[in-house]
T-cell receptor, first 114, second 111 residues
């Protein structure tokens, strides 16, 4: 049973560039949430996708956008990268768009912005 | 604004030495409180969900409890493999579905 998979695992970008991160949810799950975890901090909620729509959004600027595909996989896009965007980006999956805190997380994509 | 504060930030114990981790929270209506474990370089792993004051959940050497203001994660006779960062998170009723996490407690169990 495949868990949540994310790619790439590590990447380095420079300020002003754009990045796309990808996530495949756990088999049978249809809801994807994205979190940002800075070093030494807890994860911060970016947004959640269900039925190919953004359902909820945390306190992140419009530079952060996403997409969900019909196969439930998802992308996170960040434009005009800032140094402060350096973090571990975590994808979490769940079922049915339900309100649940029982999330299955991937191992994350480590983004470094120089 | 929902807030979660975890203490201590770091805790070093000897193998077999029991202790408790604290999670204090402020939320406009609690839908649920969650405990996760995170190993270095990995994503968080779900441990427990607590919904109402007085509720308790157990799993192996871990036991989570909940009051109206805080939650405790009790670790009984820990082993080195229990070393990890333990994260507490809350979900508010009527607000965004996303979880609000604390910064975590970094636990080290020495053999």
């Amino acid at each position: 049973d495949a868990g949540v998979t994310q790619s790439p695992t590590h990447l380095i970008k420079t300020r002003g560039q754009q990045v796309t991160l990808r996530c495949s949810p756990k088999s049978g799950h249809d809801t994807v949430s994205w979190y940002q975890q800075a070093l030494g901090q807890g994860p911060q909620f970016i947004f959640q996708y269900y039925e190919e729509e953004e359902r909820q959004r945390g306190n992140f600027p419009d530079r952060f956008s996403g997409h969900q595909f019909p196969n439930y996989s998802s992308e996170l896009n960040v434009n005009a990268l800032l140094l402060g965007d350096s973090a571990l980006y975590l994808c979490a999956s769940s079922l049915g768009g339900l309100i649940t805190g029982e999330l299955f997380f991937g191992e994350g994509s480590r983004l470094t912005v120089l | 604004e929902d807030q979660v504060t975890q203490s201590p930030e770091a805790l070093r114990l000897q193998e077999g030495e029991s202790s408790s981790l604290n999670c204090s929270y402020t939320v406009s209506g609690l839908r649920g409180l969650f405990w996760y474990r995170q190993d270095p370089g990995k994503g968080p792993e779900f441990l427990f969900t607590l919904y109402s004051a007085g509720e308790e959940k157990e799993k192996e050497r871990l036991k989570a409890t909940l009051t109206k203001k805080e939650s405790f994660l009790h670790i009984t006779a820990p082993k080195p493999e229990d070393s990890a960062t333990y994260l507490c998170a809350v979900q508010a009723s009527g607000g965004a579905d996303g979880l609000t996490f604390g910064k975590g407690t970094h636990l080290i169990i020495q053999p």
